[in-house]
């Protein structure tokens, strides 16, 4: 039986929905990387987003091989959050992404040109606070520079270190 013609747009309504939150799902899955180097995983994901929101990308990613294994997942998901945040709330034109050594210490820098926000006011959501988080686990700091109008610049300072203590009992 076929359905009725005013039902066609419901339908059409749902398969986008399915096929955005497909495509949300597949953006937060990282990738293994344990198969990908960082500088991949997070290039792979920016130009993912980027030529699906046409905006402008700059990756300079060689200091990434600075991070060491046992960080590089958070690391990962600071930068996606990051660039996630920029598309999803700057609406920027461009997005530029740099790992670097400052010292002796490794630094992520994601910045954008978009709409940005009074960083003073501004509601810490659960990405934020997901990135300030993996930051401490890190022994890391983060810094987020915005102001209205003026874009974002999100900065990830990650010392020297080794691996964390393991005990053994947990």
């Not at 990756?59 to 598309?87: C, F, T």
């Not at 606070?129 to 102001?147: D, K, P, T, W, Y």
């Amino acid at each position: 039986m076929p359905l009725p013609i005013v039902m066609q747009p419901v339908i059409d309504g749902l398969i986008a929905v399915i096929v955005n939150l497909r495509r949300v799902v597949d953006d937060l899955r990282p990738h293994d990387l344990s198969q990908v180097s960082l500088a991949a995983a997070i290039g792979a994901h920016a130009r993912g987003l980027s030529s699906r929101h046409g905006i402008d990308l700059d990756l300079d990613l060689d200091g990434a091989v600075d991070v060491a294994d046992w960080a590089a997942r958070d690391v990962y998901r600071i930068a996606q959050e990051a660039v996630s945040n920029a598309v999803r709330h700057g609406s920027p034109d461009h997005i530029a992404i740099r790992v670097f050594r400052r010292g002796s210490n490794t630094v992520l820098e994601v910045s954008d040109d978009g709409t940005g926000f009074d960083a003073e006011e501004v509601v810490r959501g659960g990405g934020l606070a997901g990135m300030a988080e993996r930051a401490a686990a890190l022994g890391a700091q983060l810094q987020v520079h915005s102001r209205p109008a003026g874009g974002t610049r999100v900065e990830l300072v990650i010392p020297p270190s080794q691996a964390p203590e393991v005990d053994p009992d947990h």
